[in-house]
């Protein structure tokens, strides 16, 4: 079964083109979703506090994702050592599910897949693209943060332009191209390499 890696930059719409996938009956894997979910096992909030601190934490001691982004996108380091507790628990996870799926293929969607290295687990990558101003104001409606949040977040990922040249195919999300042939035709390529 191949692995294939679905990335983009913040606000790219990788989740829309997720669920085309899935519809096409892909098993899908969320890196980000299934990162926000091991954010909060005990053991991780407990190794967060050691650098971030206690004021990271919602009345009920989950973690206010809101408050750690603020601290480690500041923080180069602190960035740092959030990911070396998140990406190897994410990648163990990923690999536990990859061994329950069947199909003619999995996707594994992550916003920093090329950022965590990643990237070198797939047999193909697919980069959905979008122009930056349209990135800016989809993440400023979606997060309900401001423009400065939102270039500070993208200072932290590869360029989209480097994204590109590295990947096996190209998805343009810029609210005129049509998505849908676009992922079908991947698809269809995806299946003919297979059979």
Excluded: C
Aim: hydrophobic share 45%.
């Amino acid at each position: 079964m191949k692995k294939i890696g679905l990335t983009g930059n913040i606000g790219s719409g990788k989740s829309t083109v997720s669920k085309i996938f899935m519809i096409l009956g892909i098993p899908f894997y969320n890196a980000d979703d299934e990162a926000k979910k091991i954010l909060n096992k005990p053991e991780i909030i407990k190794k967060i506090i050691s650098f971030a601190g206690a004021n990271i934490l919602t009345n009920t001691a989950m973690i206010d994702r809101k408050k750690l982004a603020a601290i480690v996108f500041e923080n180069p380091e602190k960035l740092h050592q959030l990911n070396q507790l998140i990406h190897p628990a994410v990648l163990s996870d990923f690999n536990a599910w990859v061994n329950k799926m069947s199909g003619p293929y999995i996707i594994m969607e992550s916003a920093i897949l090329f950022e965590s290295n990643f990237n070198t687990l797939f047999d193909k990558i697919i980069t959905v693209t979008a122009n930056e101003e349209t990135r800016i104001n989809r993440v400023m409606n979606r997060d309900n943060v401001n423009r400065e949040q939102v270039l500070i977040r993208m200072k932290h990922q590869i360029p989209e332009k480097e994204k590109v040249e590295k990947s096996d195919f190209i998805i343009v999300n810029n609210n005129e191209d049509l998505i849908i042939p676009q992922v079908i035709e991947i698809h269809q390529k995806l299946l003919a390499r297979i059979d």
